[in-house]
């Protein structure tokens, strides 16, 4: 059985790509490269600039007010760049199905696979689970993948800083 490539691999890609936006063409090649993306197109300046149109879009789902919104907005991605389902056996490494033309540049690649990719991982995992970091000034994207689906950090890192913040709070106030 071949795993699927759409999906919480391509929502970690994409929210790392929105959360430090990559500022030359060579940079997205290699961080696509280092996320498991091979690479079959020189990478050029388009290609940037349509995967910063892609991020831009995507964030408006990240930052939607409720299901149907974010719904409406992923559909809206997915009719501007989803191509019709493919069987295919590239590299030998079994057949499977892509979303996608393998002939597309890295811009258009990516718009296709963040917009189904989101889309498969959202429907089977829940509408609820992508979204931005809960500590106040960190704005971080994250697919939250906590089995119980009630993530509401980036990081251990943050949790441990608003749990700190919240103690200094109820010490302050004379809970103890």
Same mark, same amino acid.
């Given at each position: 059985?071949?795993?699927?490539?759409?999906?919480?691999?391509? %929502?970690?890609?994409?929210?790392?790509?929105?959360? &430090?936006?990559?500022?030359?063409?060579?940079?997205?090649?290699? #961080?696509?490269?280092?996320?498991?993306?091979?690479?079959? *197109?020189?990478?050029?300046?388009?290609?940037?600039?349509?995967?910063?149109?892609? !991020?831009?879009?995507?964030?408006?789902?990240?930052?939607?007010?409720?299901?149907?919104?974010?719904?409406? !907005?992923?559909?809206?991605?997915?009719?501007?760049?989803? +191509? *019709?389902?493919?069987? $295919?056996? *590239?590299?030998?490494?079994?057949? *499977?199905?892509? @979303?996608?033309?393998?002939?597309?540049?890295?811009?258009?690649?990516?718009?296709?696979?963040?917009?189904? +990719? $989101?889309?498969? @991982? !959202?429907?089977?995992?829940?509408?609820? &689970?992508? #979204?931005?970091?809960?500590? $106040?000034?960190?704005?971080?994207?994250?697919?939250?993948?906590?089995? $119980?689906?009630?993530? #509401? @950090?980036?990081?251990?890192?943050?949790?441990?800083?608003?749990? %700190?913040?919240?103690?200094?709070?109820?010490?302050?106030?004379?809970?103890?």
């Amino acid at each position: 059985m071949h795993l699927n490539p759409y999906g919480e691999e391509v %929502v970690n890609l994409a929210a790392d790509l929105a959360n &430090r936006r990559p500022e030359t063409a060579g940079e997205l090649a290699d #961080r696509c490269r280092a996320a498991g993306l091979v690479l079959d *197109h020189p990478v050029g300046p388009e290609d940037l600039g349509r995967t910063l149109e892609a !991020l831009d879009a995507w964030e408006k789902v990240v930052d939607a007010g409720g299901e149907e919104e974010r719904a409406g !907005l992923l559909n809206g991605m997915l009719a501007a760049s989803a +191509g *019709h389902p493919r069987l $295919t056996d *590239h590299a030998g490494s079994g057949w *499977h199905l892509h @979303y996608r033309d393998d002939r597309l540049p890295l811009g258009a690649l990516l718009a296709q696979l963040i917009s189904v +990719g $989101t889309a498969l @991982y !959202l429907s089977g995992r829940g509408m609820h &689970r992508l #979204r931005r970091c809960a500590v $106040t000034g960190c704005a971080t994207i994250f697919a939250d993948t906590s089995r $119980t689906g009630r993530q #509401r @950090y980036c990081s251990g890192r943050c949790a441990n800083r608003d749990a %700190v913040r919240r103690h200094r709070a109820r010490s302050a106030g004379g809970g103890d």
